[in-house]
């Protein structure tokens, strides 16, 4: 997993993101790229909150090996919205 500081720009590396997980703190992304499927948490609305090194690891980009593998995981996930029809191929 790849932690990186809150401002990150992750649209520029994964351009297409579906929203999986929303909530008031941040939200994960699904996201295919060409490193694979991958889940990308934002949390960076903590970040006013927080002592700026507290605020490093606010995004996290996990990549899976396959696309499956990602939803299999996002499924678990509290609060999961669901890929269902924002899915590929769905």
Do not use: N
Not at 68 to 84: I, M, Q, T, V, Y
Request: charged share 20%; glycine share 14%; hydrophobic share 45%.
């Amino acid at each position: 997993m790849e932690r990186h500081p809150a401002g990150y720009d992750y649209r520029a590396r994964f351009p297409r993101l579906r929203e999986v997980v929303g909530a008031e703190g941040g939200v994960v992304y699904a996201a295919d790229g060409p490193e694979g499927a991958a889940l990308v948490a934002d949390e960076s609305a903590l970040a006013e909150l927080l002592p700026g090194e507290d605020s490093a690891g606010l995004v996290t980009v996990r990549i899976f090996a396959t696309a499956a593998a990602r939803d299999a995981h996002a499924a678990g996930l509290p609060g999961r919205a669901g890929l269902g029809a924002h899915a590929p191929g769905a």
